[in-house]
């Protein structure tokens, strides 16, 4: 069963939202998102329920050995097929906006 489509905001996270575009317009801000920002540009969530088992490489592992840079970058190449085949979505769009501070749009509820 898929899971269930977020709930509309409420009036009142229209309002918090509002205020923050007021308070941000004209203003230089970095933007920063979640790992499900590109879920549906079909990049894999690599933390979601359904994501497979993960062994991050630390820092010491990869300059320990050649071998384990090599097993890295391999697994960099592999997982880059995912970036090269995807296409942004409308959270993209609407970051890269000149102006971006504005409310959000999303297809489930009307545009205010």
Do not use: C, K
Not at 47 to 53: C, F, L, M, N, Y
Not at 92 to 109: F, I, K, V
């Amino acid at each position: 069963m898929p899971p269930a489509a977020p709930a509309p905001p409420s009036g009142e996270d229209l309002e918090v939202l509002a205020r923050i575009r007021d308070l941000l317009a004209g203003a230089p801000f970095a933007l920063l998102t979640g790992a499900g920002f590109s879920t549906d540009s079909g990049i894999p969530d690599y933390r979601g329920p359904d994501s497979p088992p993960r062994s991050p490489m630390t820092y010491q592992e990869f300059v320990r050995e050649a071998a384990n840079r090599q097993r890295y970058w391999a697994r960099n190449h592999i997982g880059w097929s995912h970036m090269r085949h995807a296409d942004p979505n409308q959270g993209h769009y609407s970051a890269a906006e000149p102006g971006a501070a504005r409310l959000p749009h999303r297809p489930d509820y009307p545009e205010r």
